[in-house]
């Protein structure tokens, strides 16, 4: 799908299955017995029905929010499956607007395709545009792609599943401010798992200053690891959802038994002091569970991520609030007319650990069908590396030496070294290596900054705590092959490495893990 405002009309461009079009009656070709073919001589109108029906009713537009009513048909034509014409704004409209398919095609109806082009009445291109897309009832599960091509503005690609109700195609700072909070708001009252949390924090207190502490450590926690992910700082990996989740539930039942734990024993209400503590750390887990309910509606953030991002810890913190006004009250009740307030917690507690700990273990058997695997370091990753990059390149490499092999890991440690000597000098010789990683390393011409050569330094020192005596060696080794010591083995099979003019340090002085080599 396609919307583009141009001078007095918005033009819509829509692409759907005619198999989604449901009791059409599409003609078929005189003579066959075959009912899935379809008659393209004869089956225009039959299309602008379709088109009618299925589309254009159910496609609202607005400008300035104000409503466009239904659209005009001004172009339809059948399309066979292996056309591509759809990969651009351009392309769309010179293949709707060309001459039909010829009548004597052999089209299978079932598997062709239906362009559309709508036609909306505006004021001005300039304006602020809106729609509201009804097409679920086209299949049991639709999937929508919309692209919105403002005048002389970057493409905004959006993706939904069903009717995502009204879509603000650029929205303002206010509208995406709002739309954000009502989305927080309902989340967390629709998140059981975040609301049984919630409910374990506050069982042991039911007066407000201990509570105060605890709910803004679990909202800066969350909040932290919320706006990382949301700007792509979290991994993206795909055992990662389900270890959040399987992580959330085990923050249930780790607070559920400390709640059974200390009530037993008849600990005070000062002996949980510390689960502000607890609640942060768990509050980082349950931030990328909420990042995870944003990851398909930031789209509709417009340019205003970060306002939206904000909005939305705004409407969970009031949905939290609403959660504790209505429970704690409630808990007061019950522990004054019902139950004891220690067998009550006891027992309320033991409820919602029972629960988590079911949640625990179906999350944990779909994790184990995750294979868990470090990111690996190859010649796409450092390709096209340049001087701006490579101090983060180092400081990566350098972390990757945790928990690998000893080959890879030799291999990484020799990076980092040329990282470091390239940052030494400027000028330095690149000759072809046989070895992917270590041509990934060649990298362009320019000065280094001296902070940035110190970052470099704090990468050798990360990578000299990890394997000192492997980097010490490796070091050591390629100190001798550029001094010309021909009696030592070259690393990798003699893989070329990048040498400095002017390099003067003299090979295993102050190395004493060289002279066990």
């Not at 450590?217 to 399987?246: K, Q």
């Not at 913190?317 to 704690?328: D, Y």
Request: with cysteine; charged share 20%.
């Amino acid at each position: 799908m396609f919307l583009k405002p141009e001078g007095q009309r918005l033009r819509l461009l829509v692409r759907v299955p005619l198999q989604a079009m449901r009791d059409m009656d599409y003609p078929k070709p005189r003579g066959t017995t075959r009912a899935d073919l379809m008659d393209l001589g004869r089956a225009d109108s039959t299309l602008r029905d379709a088109a009618t029906l299925w589309v254009g009713d159910f496609v609202d537009a607005y400008e300035n929010d104000v409503p466009l009513g239904k659209p005009a048909l001004a172009a339809v034509r059948a399309s066979l499956p292996s056309d591509r014409s759809f990969t651009s704004y351009e392309e769309a409209l010179a293949h709707v607007g060309a001459p039909p398919l010829a009548p004597d095609t052999e089209f299978v109806w079932s598997q062709g395709l239906l362009d559309v082009l709508f036609e909306y009445p505006i004021q001005s291109e300039r304006s602020n545009f809106s729609i509201e897309p009804r097409l679920a009832r086209l299949g049991i599960r639709t999937l929508t792609v919309m692209r919105f091509l403002p005048p002389g503005g970057a493409v905004r690609a959006f993706e939904f599943y069903g009717d995502p109700g009204l879509v603000r195609l650029d929205p303002s700072w206010r509208q995406a401010a709002w739309q954000f909070i009502k989305l927080g708001f309902f989340h967390i009252l629709d998140g059981t798992d975040h609301l049984l949390f919630l409910g374990c924090l506050v069982i042991p207190f039911r007066r407000f200053r201990p509570l105060v502490a605890i709910v803004t450590a679990f909202t800066v926690a969350h909040s932290i690891t919320l706006i990382a992910s949301a700007y792509n700082l979290a991994p993206d990996a795909l055992w990662f959802p389900p270890l959040i989740e399987t992580l959330i539930a085990t923050s249930i039942v780790y607070m559920a038994l400390e709640n059974i734990v200390f009530s037993a024993e008849r600990q005070p209400e000062s002996a949980v002091r510390r689960r502000w503590l607890v609640t942060f750390g768990f509050g980082l887990v349950h931030g990328f569970g909420f990042s995870f309910a944003l990851r398909q509606t930031l789209q509709f953030a417009g340019s205003h991520l970060l306002a939206s991002l904000l909005s939305f810890n705004i409407g969970v913190e009031l949905g939290q609030l609403l959660v504790l006004a209505l429970f704690i009250p409630a808990l007061g009740v019950l522990f004054r007319f019902a139950v004891a307030e220690r067998l009550g917690t006891i027992i309320l507690s033991a409820i919602v650990g029972h629960t988590a700990w079911h949640w625990m273990a179906d999350r944990y058997a779909v994790l184990r069908q995750y294979r868990f695997e470090w990111p690996a370091i190859d010649a796409a990753q450092l390709r096209h590396v340049d001087l701006g990059d490579r101090d983060r390149a180092a400081l990566h490499l350098a972390s990757e030496l945790h928990g690998v092999s000893r080959v890879r890991r030799q291999i990484l440690v020799l990076l980092i070294g040329d990282l470091e000597h390239l940052a030494v000098d400027d000028e330095h010789v690149l000759r072809p290596a046989p070895d992917a990683r270590l041509r990934a390393v060649a990298v362009g011409h320019h000065a280094l900054a001296f902070g940035r050569f110190l970052v470099l330094r704090a990468a050798g020192a990360v990578a000299d705590l990890s394997a000192p005596r492997l980097l010490g060696r490796a070091r050591c080794r390629g100190d001798r092959q550029k001094h010309g010591n021909n009696n030592h083995r070259k690393i990798l099979h003699d893989a070329p490495m990048i040498t400095n003019k002017g390099a003067t340090r003299p090979a295993c002085q102050t190395r004493p893990a060289c002279q066990a080599s």
